[in-house]
Structures are given as C-alpha cells and as structure tokens.
C-alpha cells in the first residue's frame, strides 16, 4: 500500500470514527472488534433477549463456546 492510499485509509477511518462517536453505544471485549449501534440497535437487540436465549437454548449441541 502506497504512502498515498495509507493516507487515504486513515483519512476514511476517522472520519468514519467521528461519526461513530455521536451517540452511538460501544461495547468492548466481545471480539476482535468492538460492537458499535445506535440506541435503537441495542433497544432492539435487548428486546430480543429471550428468543435470542431461546434460540441458544434450543441449538446448544450445535453452537460452539469460546473457551
């Protein structure tokens, strides 16, 4: 990658960083990445929390757990 398209990326990157940090919730140490949505995202999400543990529940010999 070119000093040039390094410069770019970067460019890209925060601008995409500071629109991510008006009023968006983060959560960190999930994974590699951290997990970002707005409030309706995780309003949402939470309001799917007992299909979600319904879901794990009821496929628990098929998904994998992180050790």
């Known amino acids: 990658m070119s ?3 390094m410069k770019a990326e970067l460019d890209r990157l925060r601008n995409e960083n500071a629109a991510l940090k008006k009023g ?3 959560v960190y140490g999930m994974g590699r ?3 970002t949505l707005y409030k309706e995202q ?7 929390s ?8 009821a496929n628990e010999a098929q998904l994998k757990a992180k050790d």
């Open 33 to 35: 990445f951290p997990v």
């Open 50 to 57: 007992d299909e979600i543990r319904a879901f794990i529940a």
């Open 24 to 26: 968006a919730v983060s």
């Open 42 to 48: 995780w309003l949402k999400l939470l309001a799917m």
């Open 3 to 5: 000093d040039e398209e």
